[in-house]
Nanobody
Framework: QVQLVESGGGLVQAGGSLRLSCAAS????????VSWFRQASGKEREFAAT????????YYSDAVKGRFTVSTDSAKNTVYLQMTSLKPEDTAIYYC????????????????????WGQGTQVTVSS
């Protein structure tokens, strides 16, 4: 079993930055795909970014590409989401998700492809 804990959310002004963390316990992330999803109030949970723990391959949604960066720290068994140039429309609860194996990109954007989820962390961007 893998337990995921997100942290780093908060309130920030438009144009600002935040770094979210997703720490794993129970086992290492080795061989996993770890992704970030987000869910705005009244909307469906949507894919934002993913990273292959094994080789660092990343993919991003069009909404965050060029502004968000996902990275890993193997010593801390943690995945980060560095968010810059934040916009009010980035306001959402951000969730970390993990699955065994890194597969084709379209599948990685699907919520049902992930067995493990964190509890979420709120990000609010004020205008």
């Amino acid at each position: 079993q893998v337990q995921l804990v997100e942290s780093g959310g908060g309130l920030v002004q438009a144009g600002g930055s935040l770094r979210l963390s997703c720490a794993a316990s129970g086992r290492a992330f080795s061989g996993f795909a770890v992704s970030w999803f987000r869910q705005a109030s009244g909307k469906e949970r949507e894919f934002a970014a993913t990273i292959s723990w094994s080789d660092g391959v990343t993919y991003y949604s069009d909404a965050v590409k060029g502004r968000f960066t996902v990275s890993t720290d193997s010593a801390k068994n943690t995945v980060y989401l560095q968010m810059t140039s934040l916009k009010p429309e980035d306001t959402a609860i951000y969730y970390c998700a993990a699955r065994h194996g890194f597969t084709a990109y379209p599948y990685l954007t699907r919520r049902d492809m992930y067995a493990y989820w964190g509890q979420g962390t709120q990000v609010t961007v004020s205008s």
